[in-house]
């Protein structure tokens, strides 16, 4: 694969991402008043609705009042992201989707972070903290890396331990 080809599928996945997140951000913001919250049935919203709300720190609420350095870090791993996977190997999808998904989710927070000073979240299940979209493609995009790294070690020493095996058939020692 090219590396316009490979930049192609990596700005493709994570343009949805940022596309999806910032479309329903902008319905939130518009059609919700800040800490109003939207259920579609009333037995639902004490475990699943839409709330408006504000956070200046990171996914899931955590360290607030941390924005200028979640700005920094945004810039920093979506930079990163952008040199390093033209050099996953073609072959590793899970790696490169996991990439795609993180980036994504960094950029959509990021244009709510520049255009607004905090980032809009509005998914509120139970008594978890509030998130967005952005938030929840980077956590699947780490679980998605974390399931591939396991994966990949555990066919690693099935590998290993198959060339340990003798090939059947071979003769054990001098008889």
Not at 34 to 43: A, D, G, I
Not at 56 to 65: C, N, P
Not at 83 to 88: D, F, G, L, N, T
Request: aromatic fraction near 12%.
């Amino acid at each position: 694969m090219t590396k316009a080809r490979d930049y192609a599928v990596l700005l493709g996945l994570a343009g949805a991402v940022v596309a999806l997140d910032q479309w329903t951000k902008y319905l939130v913001r518009t059609r919700l008043a800040f800490s109003e919250s939207w259920s579609p049935w009333e037995w639902l919203a004490p475990y699943v609705r839409i709330v408006h709300w504000n956070n200046t720190g990171a996914a899931f609420g955590l360290f607030q009042s941390g924005g200028l350095v979640f700005t920094i870090v945004a810039f920093v791993v979506s930079l990163a992201i952008l040199y390093y996977y033209p050099r996953v190997p073609a072959s590793q999808v899970p790696l490169r989707l996991a990439l795609s998904l993180q980036l994504g989710g960094a950029i959509g927070n990021l244009i709510d972070r520049l255009a607004q000073g905090t980032v809009t979240d509005f998914i509120s299940v139970g008594t978890f903290p509030v998130f967005n979209l952005a938030d929840a493609s980077i956590s699947a995009g780490v679980a998605v890396l974390i399931a591939a790294m396991w994966l990949e070690e555990r066919r690693g020493k099935k590998g290993e331990a198959d060339e340990e095996e003798p090939a059947p058939g071979a003769e054990q020692g001098a008889g």
